[in-house]
């Protein structure tokens, strides 16, 4: 009885199909090819576009696997390991600078009292030289024509003998000054360079520390990518999976009248 009612279903379903292929004007056969063909057309497509996303998925995983082996290749323990020797050298080098620095500048305000306790002398015996000098100019301007008497001759005398002794003792504390301004100016300089130096190794430090930092970074990226892709792939590949061997719905059960 089954069998009777699905061969009569077919044959109705055909009619259904030629009765409106002749009232479109489309031949019969053709009518019932595209019927039948059209949902195989579909799924082919599909299957097709599923492949192709599957094989662009898996070129950029080998992409980004290329990019994470020559992350690794960078970023190596032994090329890292060549960074930290060149940070512990200039490391090494930047504490004994500083250190050095640091001793050459515990003089300094030791050495700049010295100066200033030198200035100081040099400018009281050069305002006394002054004093002297402005002094006997005007004892000499007074004398006008007349001829100085015997105490004036003394007292003009006494004045140049004083302008010459704090003259000798104006240039020996020049001397001194200009020795204690020397030698501040040449301990000041060696503290400079030691700084200096201290920058400079610095700077390489920091160079280091962020061209390690740099290849980490890199290699962090680059792995991540590579999972990224990894999981595209994976994706990608599933779906190829499914287009190809798609599940068939059953069609639901019905009882028969």
Partial sequence: MNDILARRARRATVGIALSAALVAGIAPVTAIAAETSAPTG??????EDAAAAKEKAYAAMQEA??????????????KLAEIDDDIAAFQEIYDMVVTEAAK?????PAMQANVDAAQAKYDEAHNRTSGLQAELD????????????TAIKEHIKQLRSEIMAAERREKSY??????????????EKQV????????????????????RNALLGDLEKAQAAYDDACKAYEEAKAAADKATSPEITKPTETTPP
Wanted: glycine fraction near 2%; aromatic fraction near 2%.
């Fill in 104 to 108: 050459r500048r515990e003089p300094l």
């Fill in 138 to 149: 005007k004892a000499l301007e007074a004398l006008g024509d007349e001829e100085p008497s």
């Fill in 174 to 187: 020049e001397d001194d000054l200009h020795s204690y301004q020397r030698r501040l100016e040449s301990q």
């Fill in 65 to 78: 696997l290329k990019n994470l082996e020559a992350a690794k290749d960078a970023a190596s323990p032994e």
């Fill in 192 to 211: 400079q360079h030691f700084e200096s130096e201290a920058e400079e190794a610095k700077a390489h430090i920091d160079e280091d520390i962020a061209k």
């Fill in 42 to 47: 579909a799924v082919a497509l599909q299957t």
